[in-house]
């Protein structure tokens, strides 16, 4: 998955006085031995809207790679989302694989919004049935059994 | 001898040294205007044009009869290694197509799975290209004969899959084969007319329309590069959605005279449709469903 494929080197945290406000850590990606790392640096935002991340994940059309509910598409899932909210954020500025996703600026994307991608990503039921308990998938299997 | 099919990526290669001996049909396009070679085009070192299904029995049989014991084996070694890994995918796309099983639009890998119930008993064929809908026919369906599986276009338009499916399928009727096409919405829209031609004819054909209101090959891309030029990603939509307004695939149909079900957006709802349809062009008639679905 995506989070074990970051190694986080440095980070540092800071705890804000404005009450409700998260600390989040935007990294710099790098690379270091193949991997990529993420050189932190911090930021400071509200927390996130799920409605609003709602609305930004069809907007962006993140829906086109990883489907509406992030469980389909040809890239890969995000639900259950295993990144923490930091570790997604690092992502979109430096993603690993930038032919396939590229990175997005501050300009573009704000943190901000990123977070609310996040907290909408979080409040997606999670629970896709097991394939044993789908019958034309369990018939499927039996016949390769 | 290396004997490989040609496609638009030209040849994959083979043993070191190997001669390659090439027996396609797309030789006769060979006056056409695209390169149906592509970059493999005079790698081989025999190409012959001729019909490789009517061709290779021949050659199978004569190559049987020339392999000694050991290379038998090496054969029928290689053959069950095969069989075992092709079961191995099976089993991990299985695992996979659960992931949004339940989900509205309703996923790709539901549409297959669906499908593979109502035809696998039957005579059946795939008419058209897998890319633009997460290979799940592929990937779920038990495809051995060469008509399982009929291909992709030959120079990566779109508005190919329902005039080929069309074509397709007035080939398999007369061997009482069915015909499956799974139809992006973009692409249906180049060449409707071809609906007609199946309701006038009579052609057995199952289209199921894969409804991402998108071109979403081009929406992806955009988007990809909007992002990686600096541009953002918001604009990205615009002149790559069908929406506003939606299409109604199934009443289109309707006006060609098919018989159509939909827009499905209610998973549960896809399998019961699916099976009227099948029932539909087992008893000789085209039929169209219209799934609003995951972009892939």
Known sequence: MIAMTMTRTRRTTSVLSVAGALVIVAGVVGTRGGEP???????????????????????????GCHGYTGETGRDPRLNPLRLSQDGFVAYFRNPPNPRRMPPYRQADVSDQKLV?????????????????SIPVLSDILKEIR | MNLEPVGRGGLSGGAA????????????????????????????????AADAQASLPALIEEVSRLLTDDRRRFVEDRGTQIASAHAERRRQAIATARYGWDARPVSMARVAAELWPLIKDEDWSFSSPQGFIGGWPGRLWDMKKSYHAIGSQGGGGIGYSLPASVG??????????????INGDGDLNYAPGALWTAVHHQIPLLTVVHN?????????????????????????????????????????????GMFAEGPIENPGDLGPALRRSVERIKSGEPALIDVVSQPR
């Open chain 1, 116 to 132: 609310d991608v996040y907290a909408f990503l979080r409040s997606l039921p999670s629970g896709s049935p097991e394939a044993e």
């Open chain 2, 168 to 181: 397709a399928a007035l080939a398999n009727k007369q061997h009482g084969r069915i015909t499956v096409n």
């Open chain 2, 17 to 48: 040294g190997a001669r390659t001996i090439t027996i396609s049909s797309a030789e006769f396009l060979i006056a056409s205007n695209f390169n149906v070679n592509g970059s493999g085009a005079g790698q081989a070192d025999i190409l012959i």
């Open chain 2, 212 to 256: 991402n209101r998108a071109y979403h090959q081009e929406l992806m891309y955009l988007q990809q590069q909007g992002a990686a030029r600096n541009r953002g990603a918001e604009r990205a939509p615009i002149g790559t959605t069908i929406t506003d307004p939606n299409i109604d695939y199934a009443t289109m149909a309707r006006a060609y």
């Open chain 1, 37 to 63: 790392t993420i050189a932190a640096q911090e930021l400071a935002v509200p927390e996130g809207d799920a409605e609003r991340g709602r609305l930004l994940f069809t907007d962006y059309t993140c829906f």
